[in-house]
């Protein structure tokens, strides 16, 4: 199973809006509305910001929001803000084989 | 509200089994399956298995025939064992709760993670 394929790096300025892709395939992203997105600071756990596509967690503020066409999810964060650069990662159930694979990271810079 | 602490060796040998266990606080470990993931440095993460609280378990066919899995309800934890570790394993290991009903999956929380090193 191949690991999904999101951007390395991605950069946006305070207060603009940054999207995200998360490309599967129709075994994984595409075949099932089961994709979460997590956010990393340096040195801290994963933090759950979305989950089933485009449901956010308690907490987590609106200007975190995610969708899906066809095999490719996306994490929008709009507004952004400084305590946003964080790393972040898609993950899909695969129904299959390791059941759920992840992205590799995106590096977001708030500039 | 619910945490997740990994605990065990930094450093193993290899060819010898890696053992973590991961102690959960602020709530019963009931009706969620506790999974463990992995992460080798600059690389992805990737799901290593879960065990329900009945005991039940599914593991990552890559892994498979090297992993157990343990739970210990009376004291809010659950184990991993990886055997035969190699240089491959050297990860940061992070164990996670996932629900246990259909229609939704996610991991939430994570435990803060703990480096293993395989090296003599």
């Known amino acids: 199973q191949s690991a999904l394929t999101q951007p390395r790096s991605v950069s946006g300025s305070p207060g603009q809006s940054i999207t995200i892709s998360c490309t599967g395939t129709?075994?994984?992203?595409?075949?099932?509305?089961?994709v979460s997105w997590y956010q990393q600071h340096p040195g801290k756990a994963p933090k759950l910001i979305i989950y089933?596509?485009?449901k956010r967690p308690s907490g987590v503020p609106d200007r975190f929001s995610g969708s899906k066409s066809g095999n490719t999810a996306s994490l929008t964060i709009s507004g952004l803000q400084a305590e946003d650069e964080a790393n972040y990662y898609c993950?899909?159930?695969?129904?299959?084989?390791?059941?759920?694979?992840f992205g590799g990271g995106t590096k977001l810079t708030v500039l | 509200q619910v945490q997740l602490q990994e605990s065990g060796p930094g450093l193993v040998k290899p060819s010898e089994t890696l053992s973590l266990t991961c102690t959960v606080s602020?709530?019963?470990?009931?009706?969620?399956?506790w999974s463990w993931i992995r992460q080798p440095a600059g690389k992805v993460l990737e799901w290593i298995g879960r065990?329900?609280?009945?005991?039940?378990?599914t593991y990552s066919p890559t892994l498979k025939s090297r992993i157990t899995m343990s739970v210990d309800t009376s004291k809010n934890q659950f184990s991993l064992r990886l055997s035969s570790v190699t240089a491959a394993d050297t990860a940061v290991y992070y164990c996670?709760?996932?629900?246990?009903?259909?229609?939704?999956?996610?991991?939430?929380?994570w435990g803060q993670g703990t480096l293993v090193t395989v090296s003599s």
């Open positions: 065990i329900y609280t009945s005991g039940s378990t």
């Open positions: 089933d596509v485009g």
């Open positions: 996670a709760r996932a629900p246990a009903v259909p229609g939704t999956t996610w991991f939430d929380p």
């Open positions: 602020g709530d019963s470990m009931s009706s969620y399956y």
């Open positions: 993950c899909s159930y695969t129904g299959s084989y390791s059941l759920w694979v």
């Open positions: 129709s075994s994984d992203v595409g075949g099932y509305n089961y």
